[in-house]
């Protein structure tokens, strides 16, 4: 018979969590204005909140800690960190960053202006915050699978090719200066982009004399679905797959908290020298110096080993698997999900979950607080509230899919609070025609308003 399968890795060292009551519960959400950013995390049980700088580093990634070299400038840990981020991507040009969002910050002051388009797939939120920052326009062009929950799409992040083009034909090219992929791409569910599917993105963009970037913050999962799931690549490695998939673009931002397997991080590796020596002026401006970025030298080691132990398959099959584990217990319970399950997180689509609430209130928000409150489960909601408003007519704006987020930090629980989790969501699920109301916001933010937003219920 076959054996179970087990962890690649024993546990070294534990950290304790604390357990609530309902009641408890309800007063600290109400304090933190029903939003759970807000929350202690010593009032969460299970925090799911997002599996940015959450993992578990490994022994070898501790011993970089303490190997550190921690020089202003031309550190020891900064070419670690180079040569390892030039074996894994193939980009000529590094640049680090204190995280995803600095990469952004640096890249997008380099290249967006006024007025520019950036198309992509449904990108991140602070990705599209950075682009309406700087008054450009972020253009969705996901294909259209991605945006039925029940629909079964090995590549449910992929570009939808017409979509793209009719950006190319509607626009002037020199009002583009970049197609922004998402590789996992987080906001449609987690999902991965294929191999095929950005050779096809990279033509056009080829053809039109446009960058081609990667949001790479899950490249190593993105490419675990193409070695189980696209054809040709069953017998190459993570790390064979992720530097063919590199080598269709010009350059790449990268919030390390994810598959860089650290707490903090982050580069941007570019192929253009004369793009890179612009962006140096605002790492300088905004980060720190060139050879440290807002990054100390022993971050850049423990992230130099990170990016070596996320790109090998064993510690990637335990990541993504324990995610579909949870994933395929919710589908036996009838809880309805994003399909498949994606790389790093479980989706709830709040739409089938609780349509009883008016999408005005907030839907997701509303589940999102409902798991906190009956299992002291903190996820996070991905639908109106995160879409913002239209930065022209300060009007909602109401995206395909109302979804909870419940992100599986790495190397951080166990099969038995991913059974926790399950009973949880089981015990909602059964009791979802009683949900009638949500709740309004009282106070936002003009951008990115979901991190601080104050909401009253219903």
């Excluded at 304090?31 to 807000?38: C, D, G, H, I, V």
């Excluded at 590789?183 to 096809?200: D, F, L, M, R, Y």
């Excluded at 395929?328 to 009838?334: A, I, N, P, R, S």
């Excluded at 979804?403 to 166990?414: K, S, W």
Aim: aromatic fraction near 10%; include cysteine; charge should be neutral.
């Amino acid at each position: 018979m076959d054996l179970p399968y087990a962890e690649p890795y024993k546990i070294k060292v534990i950290e304790q969590i604390k357990r609530s009551t309902k009641e408890q519960r309800l007063k600290w959400i109400k304090e933190a204005n029903y939003n759970l950013f807000n929350l202690a995390s010593d009032n969460v049980f299970i925090d799911l909140l997002t599996d940015s700088g959450t993992g578990s580093m490994s022994d070898k990634q501790w011993a970089e800690i303490m190997i550190g070299d921690e020089s202003y400038a031309g550190s020891r840990s900064f070419k670690k960190l180079k040569d390892t981020v030039k074996r894994i991507t193939g980009f000529t040009y590094f640049l680090p960053v204190h995280q995803g969002r600095a990469a952004e910050n640096v890249l997008f002051s380099t290249l967006v202006k006024e007025g520019d388009i950036v198309p992509g797939n449904s990108h991140f939120d602070t990705t599209k915050g950075h682009i309406e920052f700087r008054k450009a326009t972020a253009i969705d062009c996901t294909i259209d699978e991605a945006f039925d929950t029940s629909i079964i799409h090995p590549f449910k992040g992929n570009v939808d090719i017409n979509k793209l083009q009719n950006v190319f034909d509607k626009y002037p090219t020199e009002k583009i200066p970049f197609v922004i992929l998402t590789i996992t791409c987080n906001s449609s569910g987690g999902q991965p982009v294929s191999i095929e599917n950005v050779k096809e993105v990279s033509k056009i963009c080829k053809k039109y004399n446009t960058l081609l970037i990667f949001d790479s913050a899950r490249f190593a999962e993105n490419a675990y679905f193409i070695k189980k799931r696209e054809k040709g690549y069953k017998n190459k490695t993570i790390k064979e797959i992720a530097k063919e998939l590199f080598s269709y673009g010009d350059g790449m931002t990268m919030s390390a908290k994810k598959d860089g397997l650290v707490n903090m991080g982050g580069f941007i590796a570019l192929n253009s020298e004369e793009i890179f020596k612009q962006a140096t002026v605002y790492t300088i401006m905004f980060e720190g110096f060139i050879t440290y970025g807002g990054m100390n030298g022993r971050d850049m080691g423990a992230l130099a080993q990170g990016l070596d132990e996320a790109t090998e398959f064993d510690y990637l099959e335990s990541r993504v698997e324990q995610v579909a584990y949870l994933g395929q217990k919710l589908v036996e319970y009838g809880v309805p999900v994003q399909q498949p399950i994606g790389g790093h997180a479980i989706f709830l689509d709040a739409n089938k979950f609780v349509p009883t609430i008016p999408r005005e209130e907030y839907r997701a928000q509303a589940l999102a607080i409902e798991i906190y409150v009956v299992g002291g489960i903190r996820g996070v909601e991905i639908g109106t509230v995160l879409a913002d408003r239209d930065p022209v007519t300060r009007e909602n704006r109401y995206p395909d899919l109302e979804l909870v987020r419940l992100a599986i930090p790495r190397r951080t629980y166990t099969h038995n609070h991913m059974e926790y989790i399950a009973a949880v969501l089981e015990k909602i699920y059964d009791t979802r025609k009683e949900a009638k109301s949500g709740y309004i916001i009282v106070d936002e933010a003009p951008i990115m308003r979901h991190f601080t937003a104050k909401f009253k219920k219903i």
